[in-house]
């Protein structure tokens, strides 16, 4: 079979799983969705995506039908607050998405008329938005061609033409193959078609491949070691850093400060604490007191563990700080707390285990 005909037959064999299998989300218009003429919402989709980027479909999608609760429109997510966002956001984690959403959707809302454009260069040149994402909308929105390439399709394409370079040397590779076969008659269908097959049947440790469309033709079926790909470079132990957070109470309330924009957890409210460092990094206390220990939270970033020791102390009298806010014990909920910080407040005076 000479390539093009191979090709043809991928495409082909795929489009008629997902006609049958693909998954029903939210936010995403079905074959039989496009049959019936509805058509997707740029909003929804990019909204989608923006969530989709390192978290899963069951931890977004909650938050996904909050954020369109809250904000139906573009225009509504550009006139809120962006603390408000940022709080809302609180629990999907990296951060920048959140202050590049809420950027993304002022530029839309305010030059662009409340659409989104359907080009490549107009949706790149938007906040937060790289060629993934670009592509992604393109193909589920508009239903243009592009070519998808997440970790699922990544790992779909090493397993069937079983690359031997290690991640993150395959990608450019991995980028041409899925160009190779994107179908450009029906784009947005092929696009989320291979993504809920690295989803749901080429799956990281347990793929399904006897119910997997392309498993005739997958090289790593035929040699029996699909668990080999993608290939890894050998990992490069996580460092520890280290550090001192302060709980401040001053009846029923704590101290909280806004983190600088720039950094981990950029714009994100927390319990003040030490410089992130290395071991003996505790730092100075805001004021003198008889400082009770609360133990140590642990917590993985994607680069580092961050261990940090939780002291507590009522505010010493007469004694204010000079920046943040005093949130009401019982209502730190309506503050834009990542997960880390959770972790600390758990730790004060009468908390109960989270």
């Not at 939210?26 to 074959?31: G, T, Y």
């Not at 390439?149 to 590779?173: C, H, Q, S, W």
């Not at 600088?260 to 004021?287: H, I």
Request: charged content about 25%; aromatic content about 8%; proline content about 8%.
């Amino acid at each position: 079979m000479d390539q093009s005909k191979e090709i043809a037959a991928l495409r082909e064999a795929l489009l008629d799983w997902y006609d049958r299998q693909g998954r029903s989300l939210p936010w995403r218009r079905r074959p039989e969705d496009r049959r019936a003429g509805q058509v997707a919402d740029p909003y929804a989709v990019w909204l989608s995506e923006i969530m989709l980027q390192q978290t899963t479909v069951p931890h977004a999608t909650p938050y996904w039908h909050r954020f369109l609760a809250l904000w139906p429109r573009v225009e509504d997510l550009a006139a809120a607050p962006r603390e408000d966002v940022m709080r809302e956001w609180a629990g999907l984690g990296y951060y920048a998405r959140a202050r590049n959403l809420h950027a993304c959707a002022i530029v839309v809302a305010s030059e662009l008329g409340g659409r989104f454009p359907d080009k490549m260069e107009g949706l790149r040149a938007l906040p937060g938005i790289g060629d993934y994402t670009a592509n992604a909308i393109l193909a589920a929105a508009f239903d243009k061609p592009a070519s998808v390439v997440d970790g699922n399709v990544e790992r779909v394409l090493t397993r069937f033409y079983r690359i031997e370079t290690p991640m993150p040397k395959a990608k450019p590779e991995i980028r041409r193959l899925a160009a190779t076969l994107a179908d450009p008659d029906r784009p947005g269908d092929y696009a989320q078609a291979i993504m809920d097959l690295g989803a749901t049947v080429c799956t990281p440790r347990s793929p399904d491949c006897a119910a997997c469309p392309w498993q005739p033709g997958c090289a790593a079926r035929a040699a029996g070691d699909m668990l080999a790909y993608p290939r890894k470079l050998k990992k490069i132990a996580r460092p520890v850093r280290h550090g001192t957070a302060w709980l401040v109470r001053r009846r029923g309330r704590i101290w909280l400060r806004q983190r600088a924009d720039k950094g981990l957890l950029g714009g994100m409210m927390e319990v003040p604490s030490s410089e992130w460092g290395d071991s003996g990094t505790e730092g100075a206390p805001p004021f003198a007191a008889a400082w009770e220990d609360r133990g140590e939270i642990r917590h993985v970033f994607t680069h580092f563990e961050l261990r940090l020791s939780v002291h507590e102390a009522e505010a010493a009298p007469g004694w204010e700080p000079q920046e943040g806010i005093w949130a009401d014990d019982a209502q730190l909920g309506d503050h834009a707390l990542p997960s880390v910080m959770h972790k600390v407040v758990s730790r004060r005076r009468g908390a109960s285990e989270d």
